[in-house]
């Protein structure tokens, strides 16, 4: 986020006091028939599987050979395993030696290396300096500023939760023709906040480059809005059921966002929250909202019936644990008041996901400027997430719950062609997620490191 938007922020309190409160925004494979049961009746299925290996490749084929490949967080993984690419999808995935690999195919060698389904960004921003304004942008800026925030961490898709939205569909369209390379965005575009609730932190960012985001003065008006803006592209809807403002938190009535989320449920699509204390959460499950933007370090700590409540509604969390660690360096606190403040963050992450809530990997990237996805995972662990966890808050999870399952968050036959290769095995240890060698999306090479 541009720095005027940082000039919102002075203190010298850190966590857990009212300054600190308006600081943070706050298988189907070749492999499962040789080796499986179903051989006999499954024997016409693996001719044909053998025909497609060993017809002629087109330029499209790719493989990935000799990789330790974890197909998906419930499966264990293929060791020495390969994967063929054919038109953008997974042809086959297993051992190595099962996989006869076309003469003219692509080959990326990966041994030593790591492969799991391409990762999902489901918290981040396309408002930066170096994405707003695509029109007067190069597809090379776009595709280098693109590959800064997303693909070289390995990210194949992103749900931008607050932008605008005209310009989010440029860049999309640029993407999707080829021109520039990047993930594939969803976006909810502009986000609904009430009379008076522009949040203080965007004022002069909004100001600065033009951009103007009504505020909602009727239902009438929002529910308006939605259809507008869905119509116009949007993949979801954000309310803003709190406000961060000069002199507290403005709270959403409930019954107006009640009648945002009805109408989007309306057209089949998510709802986001930001919030920012327990009544902004309260409005939120009260009124049927699908995801909480952010965890809440500033108000009560999380028990165990709070968030098996949040589970029982159906709520998904985007923890952006990174988010309150950068916007709590801005009041310039000791490292003892961080650990304090990060540890209650951490703490509500993890009765979150111990009352198996649905956790979608989510940073705020776009409004901070940290693109490094390290310290999120090192957080995600110190909340007690394991390796299958935080996989599947970067694959399964967002997949399922956006309704992309059939295609996307797996690595198995007729799956996009998704993929990223680490240099580590995040089962090791989590600081191998963000050790990103290549991104490959749709079976293209996005991102490969120097
Ligand atoms: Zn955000």
């Known amino acids: 986020m541009p720095e005027s938007v940082n000039t919102h922020f002075h203190s010298s309190e850190p966590f ?117 304004h695509a029109e007067k942008l190069s597809p090379e800026e776009v595709t280098s500023q693109l590959q800064e925030m997303f693909t070289r961490w390995g990210f194949t898709t992103v749900f931008d939760i607050a932008s605008v939205l005209q310009n ?38 909004l100001e600065t480059n033009h951009i103007s985001i009504p505020e909602i003065e009727s239902t009438a008006q929002a529910i308006g809005r939605v259809r507008q803006q869905i119509h116009d592209g949007a993949d979801g809807i954000k309310i803003f059921a709190n406000s961060i403002e000069q002199n507290g938190i403005l709270t959403m009535p409930l019954d107006l966002a009640k009648a945002i989320v009805d109408e989007a449920h309306r057209a089949g699509k998510p709802v986001f929250a930001h919030v920012s204390n327990n009544q902004g959460i309260e409005v939120a499950v009260q009124s049927g909202v699908d995801i909480l933007a952010h965890t809440t370090p500033s108000d009560d700590l999380w028990s165990s019936p709070f968030a098996e409540r949040l589970t029982a509604a159906h709520m998904a969390l985007t923890p952006t644990l990174t988010l309150w660690d950068v916007e709590a360096r801005k009041g310039n606190p000791s490292s003892d008041q961080i650990e304090k403040g990060m540890s209650r963050a951490a703490q509500q992450l993890k009765a979150f996901s111990q009352a198996r809530g649905q956790v979608l990997f989510g940073t705020d990237v776009g409004y901070i400027e940290q693109f490094d996805t390290s310290e999120e995972f090192t957080w995600m662990s110190r909340a007690g997430m394991t390796f299958q966890k935080i996989l599947a808050s970067l694959t399964t999870s967002p997949a399922q719950r956006f309704g992309y399952s059939n295609r996307s968050g797996r690595i198995a036959q007729g799956m996009n062609a998704d993929l990223v290769v680490l240099n580590g095995d995040p089962a090791q240890s989590t600081s191998a997620f963000s050790r990103v060698r290549y991104t490959i999306r749709d079976g293209k090479v996005i991102y490969s490191k120097k």
């Open 168 to 205: 989010t569909a440029l860049i999309r369209r640029l993407i999707e023709s080829g021109e520039v390379n990047g993930p594939k965005i969803l976006s909810v575009g502009e986000p609904f906040w009430v009379k008076g609730g522009t949040p203080v932190y965007v004022r002069s960012f």
């Open 16 to 132: 857990g006091t009212p300054t600190f409160v308006r600081e943070i925004l706050n298988n189907f494979s070749c492999r499962s028939y040789i080796g499986g049961m179903r051989i006999r009746f499954a024997l016409p299925l693996l001719l044909s599987c053998v025909f497609l290996v060993g017809s002629p490749s087109l330029a499209s084929d790719m493989a990935l050979v000799g990789a330790r490949i974890y197909p998906s967080p419930a499966e264990p993984p293929i060791e020495n395993g390969s994967i063929l690419i054919h038109n953008g999808h997974i042809l086959a995935v297993g051992p190595t030696a099962t996989i006869k690999v076309p003469q003219d195919a692509t080959v990326i060698d990966c041994k030593g290396l790591v492969v799991t389904a391409g990762f999902w960004n489901s918290h981040v921003h396309i408002l930066t300096a170096g994405l707003l």
